[in-house]
């Protein structure tokens, strides 16, 4: 296959983020997407660090470091005075993580969307708040280990349903992309860098530290939250309009949670209780994209038949 | 242009007057009037400003530090709460060392909830690395907004302008509005030499680990040394364009007072007419206004007090377990002189309370017949006095 993928890398090597890190991986193919026309507006987490100490800088972009709730609200002042300043060319992006996103930057970010701020907002999802040390965020999956769900208070909660919640606000785009698929990540950051308006893009960034994952696997294992449909790979234009990128192989969810130790405390039912939700999102899912999940095709939920995984 | 406005429109005008670029905030009585009047600047195109109508205070300040690193001339305004609710961004917004002027009317913090004017608001961000100008009326208001900005844009530090809830903010007054064109020459448009530019990429407010971090602070620290000195010759300058000027603080009958009263705010225009009476009835006193409170005037707060035998100190704020701030400040400055008068601090108006003339009289024979304050903190003008210990 040809491959889009331009050399021209705006990440340098030698950054700190760990070994496998899903973030570092997501970055580079942003902005090898992006360009150089970008501002970058970093809240506080893992990036914070991966990007660099004071005189040094990771990235070929201009990086704005900002208090972790504030990546909403710092973009649109961003946008703000570019406009001033006759500058419609530069793309504004706002890259959290989940906490900053899914959590303490929840009122920024939905005060900015709502204002339908002019800003691509990344949110990489490793689904704990990572830089403090594995801590539970309103993105950690149900079943999860963490420092602060440790033992038998693993957390029982779901995962907050992020683009939902950001589609709810009727943005002109949001989507979700994993770093196991490049080139679909690159082609919706092109698409979203075309279009005005708040768009938002939720990353799937595995994180081997946090997830006690061998950091050879963190590309395998996001690929195998899209196979699962663990992490479905989806956009909605204008809140409305679904379409799904990616059709299940109908793999059992079973297999991506034996690989990670944040997990590894789970029963039978209890995978069994994970394996029902994931099919009830699906299906939820497959309902708003205009497709039913009881018919005949490879729309349909797929069988269970235990496939193994050739990820 | 003499015109009659109300306070809060002053900043208003100043505002428009300095050709913001970026305005973004958040509704709170006091403030908002302030807001409003430059909504409308904005709509109806007397103002070119970038107006973001943000969903929280701390928001407004977060997106004027993205406005402001950005390259271009900020405004906000707020009160108590809101700028309760700010205090991590103003540390962020110095320590970025961004120009942002904001207004900050003062008004007692909840609960009980109180709109009224208490200054314990802005007195709590003492150590975020704020300038910070307290103003007596609307004209001095409205003038120390456009000097803020040159003494912003000069030592690349934020500056807050605070008023007085109500007795400023709602009061209407007489205000001479300078020209557009004489503004424009007093204060050219802002051009930083560092900004977000993806011609020259950098990266900015990023991890700063201990070899580097404290010539930082030490960096901020020299250039709010520096802003005294900048705001006295800016003051300077604004006399030779506009006639009016201030000073850091301002002495009145000190060079030979027995007792100065040391005030700041609204508070120090009842203070003026105290002291003219007390002097025709041949008493000694004499009034130090406070204008600039950081960096703190330490040397002309010697040079105007250090005669006298007793100062008596009103503070409309307080610091919980210590006392006044004004007064904690003005004993600070004082403590190593071998020769110093007395500090008296008084507590007085918290909540919006009104301290009168009566009140101010009071005070001057208590600190004229008391040969030592009887304790840090002396409450004046309450219902009910505290219960013996
Ligand atoms: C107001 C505030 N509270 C707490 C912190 C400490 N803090 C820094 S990063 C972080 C977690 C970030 O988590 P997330 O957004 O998920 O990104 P990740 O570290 O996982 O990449 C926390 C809690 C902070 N910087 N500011
Ligand atoms: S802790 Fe996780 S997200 Fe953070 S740098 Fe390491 S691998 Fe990346």
Not at chain 1, 61 to 83: C, I, M, N, Q
């Amino acid at each position: 296959m040809e491959s889009n993928v331009q050399d021209r890398e705006y990440m340098c090597s030698g950054h700190v983020g760990c070994p496998g890190c899903g973030a570092a991986i997501a970055m580079r193919f942003l902005l090898k997407a992006l360009g150089e026309k970008t501002v970058m507006v970093i809240p506080a987490c893992c990036w914070s660090i991966i990007a660099g100490p004071y005189p040094q800088s990771t990235l070929r972009v201009p990086v704005l470091h900002t208090a972790f709730e504030t990546g909403g609200a710092v973009a649109s002042g961003v946008r703000a005075a570019l406009d001033l300043q006759g500058d419609r060319e530069t793309t504004v992006v706002t890259w959290a993580g989940d906490g900053g996103t899914f959590d303490i930057g929840f009122q920024a970010l939905s005060g900015a969307v709502e204002r339908n701020e002019d800003f691509i907002y990344v949110c990489y999802d490793n689904e704990a708040y990572m830089n403090t040390g594995v801590q539970r965020s309103s993105s950690t999956p149900y079943g999860a280990w963490t420092t602060t769900t440790p033992g038998q208070e693993w957390k029982k909660l779901r995962k907050k349903n992020i683009v939902e919640a950001l589609v709810a606000h009727r943005i002109p785009y949001a989507a979700t992309a994993s770093i196991a698929f490049p080139e679909d990540l690159m082609r919706k950051v092109h698409k979203a860098k075309g279009i005005r308006g708040s768009r938002f893009l939720h990353i799937y960034a595995s994180c081997p530290t946090g997830w006690r994952l061998p950091s050879e696997l963190a590309v395998k294992i996001a690929r195998m939250a899209v196979q699962t449909n663990i992490f479905p790979l989806y956009e909605v234009e204008n809140g409305v309009r679904y379409t799904i990128n990616y059709m299940p192989k109908g793999y059992l969810v079973r297999e991506y949670f034996k690989l990670q130790g944040r997990f590894k405390h789970l029963t039978d039912a209890d995978l069994e209780e994970i394996q029902r939700m994931v099919d009830e999102d699906w299906e939820l899912l497959l309902r708003k994209a205009g497709l039913s999940p009881g018919a005949a095709g490879p729309i349909a939920t797929p069988s269970r038949a235990s496939v193994p995984f050739r990820g | 242009m003499k015109k009659v406005v109300e306070g809060s429109h002053a900043v208003s005008e100043a505002v428009r007057l300095c050709r913001v670029q970026v305005i973004s905030a958040y509704p709170i009585t006091p403030q908002t009037h302030i807001v409003e009047r430059l909504s409308e600047f904005c709509s109806n195109g007397s103002l070119k400003a970038k107006f973001l109508r943000v969903e929280s205070e701390h928001s407004a300040m977060a997106a004027l530090i993205g406005a402001a690193s950005a390259g271009v001339r900020t405004f906000t305004a707020t009160s108590s709460q809101g700028l309760a609710l700010m205090h991590e961004l103003l540390h962020w917004a110095s320590g970025a060392r961004l120009p942002i002027v904001m207004a900050e009317v003062n008004r007692a913090l909840a609960p009980g909830w109180n709109i009224w004017t208490d200054q314990t608001d802005s007195l709590a961000q003492r150590d975020t690395g704020w300038i910070q100008i307290y103003c007596e009326d609307a004209q001095e208001a409205l003038d120390s907004t456009i000097q803020a900005y040159k003494l912003a844009e000069t030592v690349f530090l934020p500056v807050m302008v605070i008023l007085d809830a109500f007795f400023l903010s709602h009061t209407y007054e007489p205000v001479d509005i300078p020209d557009q064109s004489d503004v424009d020459r007093f204060l050219p448009p802002f051009r930083p030499s560092f900004r977000l530019d993806t011609r020259a990429p950098a990266a900015f407010n990023q991890l700063s680990p201990p070899n580097v971090y404290m010539e930082m602070r030490r960096d901020l620290q020299d250039a709010m040394e520096s802003a005294l000195h900048a705001l006295l010759s800016i003051d300077d300058e604004y006399r030779s364009f506009f006639g009016r000027s201030y000073g850091a603080v301002e002495a009145v009958h000190c060079d030979d007072a027995d007792i100065i009263f040391v005030t700041s705010g609204t508070i120090s225009s009842t203070c003026r007419l105290v002291v003219e009476k007390l002097r025709r009835d041949g008493e000694k006193i004499g009034l130090l206004k406070m204008r600039l409170f950081r960096p703190f005037p330490y040397s002309l707060v010697k040079q105007w007090t250090l005669k006298a035998r007793k100062l008596a100190v009103i503070d409309r704020n307080f610091s919980f377990g210590a006392s006044g701030i004004f007064a904690q400040e003005i004993r600070a400055a004082l403590c190593n002189e071998p020769k110093r008068p007395l500090v008296f601090g008084y507590v007085a108006g918290l909540g919006g309370r009104d301290v009168t003339p009566e009140l101010l009289e009071e005070i001057y024979w208590k600190t004229k017949t008391s040969a030592h304050p009887e304790s840090e903190s002396l409450w004046m003008g309450l219902q009910h006095p505290a219960p013996a210990a």
